[in-house]
């Protein structure tokens, strides 16, 4: 699949955003994805780099709303391909081949919302049969890693828990429920698991590995779906001025003067889950403001290295420059995603364009058989 293909369904039914990017633009970056994907249907980073299954279900779900059927397709066939016996995915894959083996629970779980959506744009009930299986053997063995504050571990191997993929495990539960709703073949025990992982990055973030340098672990609480309405506002309000620098997009991390795309393009989608006008209209701007990263081919440099005068560089680390020197993969699908999430306000959307709002997901889990033993805990499990 060479870069400017023809999408394989009209351009009229792939989403865009009025003075930002055009259907045609959209179809670009989703062939760009295209053009990176390895003979076999993994996705890398970018190419010659490593494969991870949670970005590159990110990239079949973009090349599928940019109308890159058949790539989207392979890419899902790819997957079962890799999985072990547990339930699980290979952290790294490079060459088709595992280079870490350890089981990370946030890749494990995300196939499930690939899968939904999947379903949300093409309604093939055999492709959703097909692949029920596998989401529901990852997701069987995400669960089996909680702990009892509710948190997740990040591989069976490691003690910690994250709360950026926390965070979108829930996602990926909800996701999870949904399907097994459409497969009648009910999970309860995802459902309390999941109420006890909501209750978990609602109320106990401090018992998850400290990485609040990055902004991932500031917005995923929100766009993953456990904080929201007032509380999820608030939370977006706190570290605002840390992470956001106008005109340009938002830091990966709060020590360096460099914004990325993928970031960018993930607290836009954070604000449009909150549906307030307000939030709606920077997340417009979030979207408009990093397409400086766009080639006109539609890739995506990863980030941008700026002049701040308040962190002077080193001598021997160039300011205003691309860095990495790559086009990445999951840079261009977030920018598809958070088009097709905004397209529904200010331009067109096709049917998954509410997969980061969640409004087809299961309901959002009760907090029952709660076993943190925080007082909180005790009054919703009817203890105290």
């Not at 980030?303 to 691309?322: K, L, S």
């Amino acid at each position: 699949m060479s870069r400017g293909a023809t999408p394989e369904v009209p351009l009229s039914r792939l989403p865009y955003v009025d003075g930002v990017l055009s259907a045609q633009q959209v179809a670009d970056t989703a062939a760009a994805i295209a053009a990176m994907q390895e003979p076999w249907g993994a996705v890398p980073w970018t190419t010659g780099e490593h494969v991870d299954i949670w970005n590159h279900v990110e990239a079949a779900m973009a090349m599928l709303v940019g109308g890159q059927v058949e790539a989207a397709e392979r890419a899902y066939a790819w997957i079962p391909t890799m999985q072990r016996a547990d339930g699980s995915w290979p952290m790294k894959i490079v060459g088709g081949v595992p280079d870490d083996e350890r089981g990370e629970v946030n890749m494990s779980a995300y196939f499930a919302v690939g899968l939904w959506h999947h379903w949300l744009v093409r309604r093939d009930i055999r492709f959703v049969e097909r692949y029920w299986p596998s989401v529901r053997a990852g997701l069987d063995f995400v669960v089996s890693l909680q702990e009892p504050f509710g948190g997740i571990r990040w591989t069976p191997e490691d003690d910690f828990c994250l709360l950026t993929g926390n965070s979108s495990i829930y996602h990926s539960l909800r996701a999870g429920v949904a399907l097994a709703d459409l497969m009648d073949d009910p999970q309860p025990e995802w459902e309390l698991a999941g109420g006890r992982l909501g209750h978990a990055v609602r109320t106990h973030p401090d018992r998850f590995a400290d990485k609040s340098n990055y902004s991932m672990d500031w917005y995923y609480p929100v766009l993953g779906g456990p904080v929201r309405g007032d509380a999820a506002r608030e939370l977006l309000a706190r570290r605002w001025d840390d992470f956001v620098v106008p005109g340009l997009g938002i830091h990966c991390v709060d020590t360096n003067p460099w914004v990325t795309g993928a970031e960018t393009c993930e607290l836009a989608m954070a604000l449009d889950v909150l549906g307030d006008s307000d939030s709606s209209r920077r997340a417009l701007t979030l979207l408009a403001e990093m397409q400086h990263l766009r080639e006109d081919d539609g890739r995506y440099w990863t980030g941008w290295v700026y002049t701040d005068p308040t962190r002077p560089a080193p001598d021997d680390e160039p300011r205003d420059v691309h860095w990495p020197h790559e086009h990445t993969t999951y840079t261009a699908a977030a920018v598809v995603l958070a088009v097709d999430a905004l397209g529904e306000t200010y331009g067109h959307a096709t049917p998954g364009s509410g997969i980061m709002r969640g409004t087809s997901l299961a309901p959002h889990f009760d907090e029952i058989a709660l076993e943190c033993d925080c007082p909180s805990a005790e009054r919703v499990s009817g203890r105290s």
